[in-house]
């Protein structure tokens, strides 16, 4: 009883990222969770267990603060098909978008971007961006993620086709800090096992409703059915389909495969080629 109601705090927490309401009943688990340091990670082989309350595909930006935004009650399964240090995160240079100045606001933030994609953008997409970057940004910042300061405050800068000092980094390499730090966070948390070098094959489906009910795995030679209650797929994009890309060799768009040929079934939230912010 407790966990369902904990899934559903999660369910409503990310909400906005088509989480339909397929939540399946949790076992009692079993084996204490191993915890990890960064080194051993590295090269350490691990027994992977046959079932979570959630499991999160991706280790850049957009799954690594996933995991941490669920509640630590709740044990995560986070796979990445190569080390967790590796993703098109960390190679992003660039900073990261909010309205947190006195004289900016989300809306002004919403206008600059409609405007700016020239009417390509999704705007309930953009509004929910827009107006949760502020406290998103504050949630980085508790957790460790050093953007750059000017004095004591937060350095904003004015880019591109926003009206306001708006863009927070950290030096060239924002991503980085912010995939190190949320990284170091996750290897803190005895909810969370990490899989590394495990490839997602499918979402596995329960054949008579069609809800997701876990995912397959081909990890170390073989291939691997693990239940959870819900799946994230936090994947990122597919750079690698194009002749030429700044992108990592790993972005082959694999969570964007298998969410479009599996989107009309239930039970699957959907972040593929997404980060947390702007």
């Avoid at 966990?3 to 939540?23: G, I, Q, Y």
């Amino acid at each position: 009883m407790k966990k369902n109601v904990l899934l559903s705090k999660v369910a409503r927490r990310f909400h906005t990222f088509d989480l339909l309401p397929s939540l399946l009943t949790s076992p009692s688990w079993g084996a204490p969770h191993l915890p990890y340091s960064p080194h051993s990670l590295l090269c350490l082989v691990i027994d992977i267990k046959s079932q979570f309350d959630v499991i999160v595909v991706g280790a850049g930006a957009a799954g690594l603060y996933t995991a941490l935004c669920i509640p630590a009650e709740l044990q995560i399964g986070l796979i990445t098909k190569e080390t967790v240090s590796l993703s098109a995160s960390d190679w992003a240079q660039g900073g990261i978008a909010a309205a947190i100045a006195p004289e900016d606001s989300p809306y002004l933030h919403i206008e600059d971007t409609m405007q700016a994609g020239a009417g390509l953008c999704d705007r309930p997409a953009v509004e929910f961006l827009a107006k949760q970057a502020p406290s998103c940004i504050q949630s980085l910042v508790n957790l460790g993620v050093a953007f750059d300061r000017h004095n004591s405050h937060l350095a904003l800068t004015l880019e591109a086709a926003h009206s306001r000092h708006r863009v927070l980094h950290a030096a060239d390499t924002t991503g980085r800090e912010v995939t190190t730090t949320l990284t170091n966070q996750v290897l803190r948390r005895q909810n969370i096992q990490v899989i590394q070098q495990a490839l997602a094959l499918s979402l596995w489906l329960e054949p008579e409703t069609r809800k997701c009910q876990g995912i397959s795995l081909f990890y170390q030679g073989h291939v691997k059915w693990i239940r959870a209650n819900a799946v994230v797929l936090a994947t990122g994009g597919g750079g690698q389909v194009f002749a030429q890309s700044t992108n990592p060799a790993v972005s082959t768009g694999d969570g964007v495969r298998s969410h479009g040929v599996l989107e009309q079934f239930s039970g699957i939230w959907n972040l593929c080629n997404s980060t947390p912010l702007l």
